[in-house]
C-alpha cells in the first residue's frame, strides 16, 4: 500500500486572517476598567515606551468624554489592536479640534450625524505592511465595523503634515485627502484631514 504524502500548507493556505481577531465594542466603564491592557495594547503595536503609553491613555480618556463615543478592542487569546471614535457633532464643526480641518461640504454630514471621527486606529505592524488593501486587514475591518456600527456616511480622522507613515498607511487603507479648508494665503495647516467611505 502506498502511504499518501499530505501537501504542506503554504503561507497563503494557512488560517484565513478573517477569523484571525474577534472584533467586540467595550463599554466606557470597561475602558476605565481595562485602561492598563489598552495601554498595553498601544505599546505594543507602537513599539512607544512609557511616556507614549501615558500619553495614548490621556488622549483616549479625552475621546471617551464625546458623545457617542464606541470603542472595538480586537482580540485573538490576547487584545491585538484597537480603534475609536465618535460622531462629529454640527455645532463644533467649524471651530476647533476636527471640525477647524474640514472643508464646509463636510458639515452637512455632520448636521445629519453622519460623519464619524476616528481619531486613532492602533493595529500591529505587519497592519501597516502587509494586505493593507485586503477587506481583512485588521485596521480596514476595525475601521470599517466603526462606521457601519453608526451608520456613518465617512469617516474622518487627522493626520500630522509631516507623519508621511501614518498617511501613506491611511491612504492604503482607502482613505483619502480632502481639500484644507481655509482661505489662500494662509500658512498650510499643521495637519491634514482624510476621509473613508465605509
Same mark, same amino acid.
Given at each position: 500500500?502506498?502511504?499518501?504524502?499530505?501537501?504542506?500548507?503554504?503561507?497563503?493556505?494557512?488560517?484565513?486572517?478573517?477569523?484571525?481577531?474577534?472584533?467586540?465594542?467595550?463599554?466606557?466603564?470597561?475602558?476605565? &476598567?481595562?485602561?492598563?491592557?489598552?495601554?498595553?495594547? !498601544?505599546?505594543?503595536?507602537?513599539?512607544?515606551?512609557?511616556?507614549?503609553?501615558?500619553?495614548?491613555?490621556?488622549?483616549?480618556?479625552?475621546?471617551? @468624554?464625546?458623545?457617542?463615543?464606541? $470603542?472595538?478592542?480586537?482580540?485573538?487569546?490576547?487584545?491585538?489592536? +484597537?480603534?475609536?471614535?465618535?460622531?462629529? @457633532?454640527?455645532?463644533?464643526?467649524?471651530?476647533?479640534?476636527?471640525?477647524?480641518? $474640514?472643508?464646509?461640504?463636510?458639515?452637512?454630514?455632520?448636521?445629519?450625524?453622519?460623519?464619524?471621527?476616528?481619531?486613532?486606529?492602533?493595529?500591529?505592524?505587519?497592519? !501597516? @505592511?502587509?494586505?493593507?488593501?485586503? &477587506?481583512?486587514?485588521?485596521?480596514?475591518?476595525?475601521?470599517?465595523? $466603526?462606521?457601519? &456600527?453608526?451608520?456613518?456616511?465617512?469617516?474622518?480622522? +487627522?493626520?500630522?503634515?509631516?507623519?508621511?507613515? *501614518? $498617511?501613506?498607511? +491611511?491612504?492604503?487603507?482607502?482613505?483619502?485627502?480632502?481639500?484644507?479648508?481655509? *482661505?489662500?494665503?494662509?500658512?498650510?495647516?499643521?495637519?491634514?484631514? +482624510?476621509?473613508?467611505?465605509?
Amino acid at each position: 500500500m502506498a502511504a499518501h504524502v499530505l501537501d504542506q500548507p503554504s503561507r497563503e493556505r494557512g488560517a484565513s486572517p478573517r477569523a484571525g481577531a474577534v472584533l467586540r465594542p467595550l463599554t466606557r466603564r470597561q475602558i476605565a &476598567d481595562r485602561l492598563e491592557e489598552l495601554g498595553e495594547v !498601544y505599546t505594543h503595536c507602537s513599539a512607544g515606551g512609557d511616556e507614549a503609553r501615558a500619553c495614548f491613555q490621556r488622549r483616549l480618556l479625552t475621546a471617551v @468624554r464625546h458623545p457617542g463615543f464606541a $470603542l472595538l478592542l480586537a482580540q485573538n487569546t490576547d487584545p491585538v489592536g +484597537l480603534a475609536y471614535g465618535f460622531p462629529v @457633532r454640527a455645532e463644533g464643526c467649524a471651530g476647533d479640534g476636527i471640525g477647524a480641518y $474640514l472643508p464646509a461640504g463636510l458639515y452637512q454630514l455632520a448636521a445629519k450625524g453622519r460623519l464619524f471621527a476616528i481619531p486613532e486606529t492602533v493595529v500591529p505592524p505587519e497592519a !501597516y @505592511r502587509q494586505y493593507q488593501g485586503r &477587506d481583512w486587514n485588521l485596521a480596514r475591518r476595525l475601521q470599517k465595523r $466603526l462606521l457601519d &456600527d453608526h451608520d456613518a456616511a465617512l469617516g474622518v480622522t +487627522l493626520v500630522r503634515r509631516d507623519d508621511t507613515g *501614518t $498617511l501613506d498607511a +491611511l491612504r492604503s487603507w482607502g482613505w483619502r485627502c480632502v481639500p484644507p479648508s481655509g *482661505t489662500a494665503g494662509q500658512p498650510p495647516a499643521l495637519c491634514r484631514a +482624510l476621509v473613508l467611505s465605509p
